[in-house]
């Protein structure tokens, strides 16, 4: 179905997005779910893309399916439209999920949506975020920390106190040698 927009001949827009909109709804739970565990990828993040983008309760229904997804990429436009779905404690319970991904990007969006819902509790958060194996998502969380207020001496300083109590945290390890002296 999805293919159809492809086709130049006629406009099927209309007619995708009707039978998208009937695979959304709640009593087409099943087949949803089908199609997102089953699906092809190009489909996948059509459908997944399509059903974010328009209001309603099936957002909250298409993130849960889709959040356990192989691809990357439908991950994390999931991830992104986390406060659109979900509000207070179900919202803080599936950044928790994304906080975890695989994904580098996935995580970097849960960390920053996580700090600008959760006031008081920034610098905590990029605190964790120090210790991620990523060296770019550690480079944003100094980023955000030194726009919190924090100095250079400080992370490194952070650093080190995880290191004396665990040497053996590469994370600590290299954000140490990417900051320190």
Not at 30 to 53: K, N, P
Not at 135 to 160: D, H, M, N, Q, T
Request: charged share 30%.
């Amino acid at each position: 179905m999805i293919h159809l927009n492809s086709v130049r001949r006629r406009d099927h827009q209309d007619f995708v997005c009707r039978v998208l909109n009937l695979l959304l709804e709640e009593r087409h739970r099943h087949q949803l779910e089908q199609v997102v565990d089953a699906g092809d990828s190009v489909v996948i993040r059509y459908l997944v893309q399509y059903g974010l983008s328009i209001p309603g309760s099936h957002r909250g229904r298409l993130i849960l399916l889709a959040i356990r997804s192989d691809d990357p990429i439908v991950r994390l436009n999931c991830c992104r439209s986390l406060p659109d779905a979900y509000s207070d404690l179900d919202l803080e319970h599936q950044l928790e999920i994304m906080l975890k991904d695989r994904f580098m990007p996935v995580r970097r969006e849960a960390f920053r949506l996580s700090a600008e819902l959760s006031s008081g509790h920034e610098e905590d958060l990029w605190k964790h975020a120090l210790l991620d194996e990523s060296r770019s998502l550690r480079e944003f969380a100094r980023f955000s920390l030194r726009k919190l207020g924090c100095s250079e001496e400080r992370i490194a300083a952070i650093y080190r106190a995880v290191i004396a109590s665990g040497p053996e945290n590469l994370s600590a390890l290299q954000g140490l040698a990417e900051t320190g002296t």
